[in-house]
């Protein structure tokens, strides 16, 4: 086996910088180390016209109808923030009511959480067993309050994509603020602000092969005009939206990194979705008990979300140290909960526990797709026979009429 | 977190994997935790004549330092009396292991593993003497 170790299949958490982008990048340390926001010299002219060339760019590749609609930010916790407290704050004269749901990354609940302090009401909607939002369910939650809908593109654990232009077809109609946090989707599945009648979509630079610290928050500015009150005081940068010296070398190599994905993002979704497959049915053509969680069908490409019954998920982790992913289980955060987004697909806590989550990236390899997956079989295994719960499952003790010493 | 290499040593090569014969006179089992909690510890213990632990074996459902904290029980209760056994303090456990404070309860699992086992032990033995 030639694969190198370890391997990176946690691409949902982040993912390397693309050499190609690196190199669009590294100018913009030393020579062209400009401030964008210096309009009396040379080196501000080419930091400027560098970051309207990746402002260009990533319009593009969302289908913005403008450069000016995409405003820079340090990531897109800082947009979801934006997003949220800034149109409340600006909208709050015609209603206090947000909707959203339950599955949303928390830089969209705590928000969420945050308003709510300030007088907003929010509307957590549900979702069915496979994570999706129904939009049934958004055109009844709106009522005459209702300013703002915030449905992610995609959700980063189980990768299940939202009914995204639905949703978008019923705020339009109703005339309410539409905002996306489409970070785990951007350059991987179909996403257009126009088509999708989106009005506020949060990216960010790191989740598709760009460096950290860097995202935007797109502002839809016609059709209709959307406002937000700024979150960040200061010299009125990014048309007062967010001030702060612009990152221009991390806002280049966002702009590369959108063009990489123009280019050639739905090859690589297609590959992605071929390892994805061979990872899965390697594994569950092998290993009983495994189950998916999340949609088959409405899905990210390279995301496998996976549960091992009676496997403990950082069990598990430990025994294959060498490949990088992650766990729903409670273990691997520091509450005891397990994991919030599989509790609310329904799926128990026996298995939330259990959950594995493979992330495939554009590095990663069909040889090391095939060793992981050697890898997971033979450590289920391992792992079951160390497991009083397989023990107890395999004489046909039905584990839920056991009488559990909670602790 | 990074674990400690007491605890990937223990996790990777678990020592007393295994299970006794829970219908044995000499054996008693303590079952300990809850799946839905994403731990679950079996500790078995086969008592010899002399109230000596002659062999331990365990099964655990759970993260890499419950593995390690249940394998460390084994290990340590073989070879003593009951009474001995008994006076294991999670405390022991987490010193040994080096666990940060958010695995701590591992080791009170294996601590109430250890009691239960050596609990349900005494009850099979009071109740042979008073069968006779």
Redesign the interface.
Known sequence: MSVKLPIFMDNHSTTPVDPRVLADMLPYFTEKFGNAASRSHSFGWAAEEAVDYARERIAHLIGAQSEKEIVFTSGATESDNLALKGAFEFYKDKGNHIITCVTEHKAILDTCKRLEKDGAEVTYLPVDKTGRVDPDDVRKAIGPKTILVSIMLANNEIGTVHPIEEIGKITRERGIVFHSDAVQGIGKIDFDVQKMNIDLASITAHKMYGPKGVGALYVRRSKPRVRLIAQMDGGGHERGNRSGTLNVPGIVGFGKAAAIMIEEGKAESARMVALRERLRQRIQDRVEETYINGSIEHRLPGNLNLSFN??????MM??IKDVAVSSG???TS?S?E?SYVLRALGV???LA?SSIRFGLGRFNTEEEVDYVADLVTSKVKALR???????MHKEGID?KTVQ???? | MAYSEKVIEHAEHPRNVGTLDKDDPNVGTGLVGAPACGDVMRLQIRVNDQGVIEDAKFKTFGCGSAIASSSLATEWIKGKSVDEAEKIKNVDIVQELNLPPVKIHCSVLAEDAIKSAIADFRKKKEARAAAK
């Open positions: 009676f496997v403990e998920g950082e069990g430990m025994a289980s409670a273990c520091s005891l397990p128990g806590d026996e526990h026979d160390m497991s009083p719960l397989w023990e584990l559990w010493s909670a602790h």
